[in-house]
């Protein structure tokens, strides 16, 4: 930290004299690819935990199921005692007991500062942790090791943390930067293919707006990348290259996605490229239930997005026509009958409180480059949802939802159809029983607007 304190004498306009701070703090943080980061014969990540002698570990029930007994014989390989916080995953405990959790196991755990704390997950797990992290001591390091595809190419690349609060989501939270972030892409092996398609989403957001040639891979392999693990469960003559491509397009996107964050970390520019799909979902991702997973939900944005940057002659029929086909070969949404005139309305208002007035929305102009658009008319979202509607319908994608598109037990982290019975039984109690099907299963637009990120 440098910081220089001057002396503001009094003066006509002041109450009186005091002092004027001007500081500048520096903001180091690694990334390293490490396959199979927890092979014994490795030591990346055991190097960090040595000084220690021990590592306080957490992740989800799932994850300790999968590879509780690894994490531990890794460590134990190394002669480093591990203490694994093991918790329960999925949207529903994104909250600040999970979080208040984490500090309990770091207390009893009796962290020293500077020692840093593991985190192996998602991105859910790596924002509570990271919060808590931010919260103790009022600064604790951290590690992260992702496991999902969107933890690997999206959550990864942000120094955000936090937790929801209520019905509002990230409402809480802060600026905190891991020590080390290790990317593994061989979790993708034990991903189930829709959290894979869900992550594929992230991708085209990028990509699409950024990075012409890394666009034309994902076009190339994208089908064959998402129904083997991005190359990692590959087999026969064409495996090597599809790994290779895989591996290309993933780093390709993070550099891209580090190149635009890195020099707005703290989000004091709000032209964002890589909020690029993340205007309308906030709102749509809510509005049925189960929700819409998040990258069918960011695919659905884009979608419109494209159709719109269309009808305004920013790309052409070849462009848009690539677009979509890409889509639909990887099991994606591009639309939803819940995306109405009157949620569009909702989240367009929405999302210019967070945009501190401004829509800031990205449109392709061409596929590989954007502009930032400030000027959509309600007009012209009336007449492109409808254009959008009709190209849809035309290339033979129905209602336009694709697969695995809604939220499960491991997203949510409860069985849906059981918080549908819960949530019939309330909206009964409260409105009467003949409306509660329609409560229960759809939220207001209203409702749904509340929870838009922060």
């Known amino acids: 930290m440098r910081a220089t304190v001057t002396e503001v004498p009094a003066s006509a306009n002041a109450t009186g004299p005091g002092y004027n701070i001007q500081g500048y703090e520096d903001l180091k943080y690694t990334y390293s690819f490490v396959d199979n980061v927890f092979d014994q014969k490795k ?189 990692r469960n590959a087999t026969g003559p064409g495996a090597k290259e599809l790994k290779a491509a895989a591996d290309e397009i993933c780093r390709n996107a993070i550099k891209g996605m580090l190149d635009l964050e890195s020099p707005n970390l703290h989000e004091i520019g709000l032209d964002r490229v890589i909020a690029n799909g993340h205007s309308i979902s906030p709102t749509l991702e809510l509005a049925p239930f189960p929700p819409l997973r998040h990258g069918h939900a960011v695919c659905i944005d884009m979608a419109w997005s494209v159709t719109l940057a269309h009808m305004r002659g920013y790309i052409g029929d070849e462009d848009r026509d690539q677009w979509f086909r890409l889509a639909g070969q990887v099991g994606l949404s591009v639309d939803h009958p819940l995306l109405t005139d009157e949620l569009m309305r909702e989240a367009n208002e929405a999302i210019k409180k967070t945009r501190d007035g401004l829509q800031r929305f990205v449109l392709a102009k061409p596929l590989g480059t954007c502009v930032f658009a400030n000027d959509i008319t309600e007009d012209e979202f009336v007449k492109s949802l409808a254009v959008h509607k009709a190209y849809v319908k035309k290339i033979g994608r129905g209602d336009g939802v694709g697969l695995d598109a809604y939220a499960d037990a491991g997203d949510l982290g409860a069985d849906p159809e059981a918080l549908l019975k819960e949530r019939k039984a309330e909206a009964a109690r409260l409105n009467g029983a003949h409306k509660s099907e329609a409560i229960a299963t759809r939220a207001a637009p209203a409702a749904a607007t509340a929870a838009v990120a922060a």
């Open 43 to 231: 030591d990346d990540l055991a190097s960090y935990y040595q000084k220690w002698g021990r590592v306080l570990c957490v992740l989800d029930e799932n994850l300790n199921e999968l590879y509780g007994p690894s994490i531990k014989a890794y460590f134990s390989a190394h002669n480093i005692k591990p203490t694994l916080h093991v918790f329960k995953g999925g949207e529903l405990h994104k909250t600040m007991d999970t979080m208040l959790g984490f500090v309990d196991a770091m207390d009893s755990f009796g962290l020293i500062r500077k020692e840093p704390v593991l985190v192996v997950g998602g991105g859910l797990a790596s924002d509570v942790l990271g919060y808590a992290c931010a919260s103790y001591r009022r600064s604790t390091n951290y590690i992260r090791v992702g496991t999902t595809l969107i933890a690997l190419i999206d959550a990864a690349i942000s120094i955000k943390v936090g937790i929801n609060h209520k019905k509002l989501k990230n409402r809480l939270g802060a600026y905190h930067a891991p020590m080390h972030t290790f990317l593994d892409f061989d979790f993708l092996k034990t991903l189930p293919i829709g959290q894979t398609r869900n992550g594929t989403a992230e991708l085209i957001k990028i990509l699409h707006c950024t990075d012409k040639y890394t666009w034309n891979l994902l076009v190339k392999y994208g089908e064959d990348l998402v129904n083997t693990a991005y190359g």
